[in-house]
């Protein structure tokens, strides 16, 4: 199918864990447990209507599914061969509605620390990062931020945690 998954058995399949496999094969300079050309096709699938990646075909467009997609087919060495300039712009072009002052990851929700990494490095590797607003980007993270502890939390209000304080950090560029 193209796609992985994390065990063998009893457990999804999805453009998240071709990201794993990706980053794995691409560390160890060994791409014989992937075959590049099925898990281009499977990621392609997943590209939605709206310019984002779902996790599987047919799914709703994410922007931690849209990242994976895009780092993979860019770790795999496919990305330029694969992705015609409409499917490049469409692409961008949903990360770039994705931004309010923060990032959030699907139309219609709220902004989150996490998407400031997921959505700005995608469209970093697609050569947007000029595009992002990072004075807004930045006075929303701050919110999130915890005068106290330290630390980022997903939404302003709320306690600081390791996931969202590793991704603040990594989205402020």
């Known amino acids: 199918s193209g796609s992985f998954q994390c065990a063998s058995f009893g457990t999804e399949s999805d ?9 794995i094969s ?4 060994d791409w014989r447990g992937v075959d590049r050309s099925l898990a281009t096709q499977f990621l392609l699938s997943c590209q939605s209507y709206e310019g984002g990646f779902g996790q599987n075909t047919g799914r709703e467009a994410h ?9 993979a087919l860019k770790l795999m ?14 692409v961008l072009s949903w990360c770039l509605r994705r931004q309010e002052t923060g990032f959030n990851g699907r139309p219609n929700k709220p902004k989150d620390t996490c ?3 997921w959505v700005g490095s ?3 590797l697609l050569g947007g990062q000029d595009f992002i ?5 930045f006075a929303f993270l701050m919110t999130t ?8 939390s997903k939404w302003e209000g709320y306690l600081p945690d390791p996931l969202h304080s590793y991704f603040g950090l990594s989205g402020l560029y």
């Open 15 to 23: 453009a998240r864990f071709v990201y794993c496999a990706s980053c």
């Open 26 to 29: 691409y560390m160890l300079q």
């Open 63 to 71: 922007g931690g599914s849209t990242f994976c997609s895009v780092a």
């Open 77 to 90: 060495g496919t990305f330029d061969e694969v992705m015609c300039e409409e499917r490049r712009q469409r």
């Open 115 to 117: 998407y400031s990494f």
């Open 122 to 124: 995608c469209l970093k």
């Open 133 to 137: 607003n990072k004075e807004g980007n």
């Open 145 to 152: 931020q915890d005068r106290y502890m330290g630390g980022f």
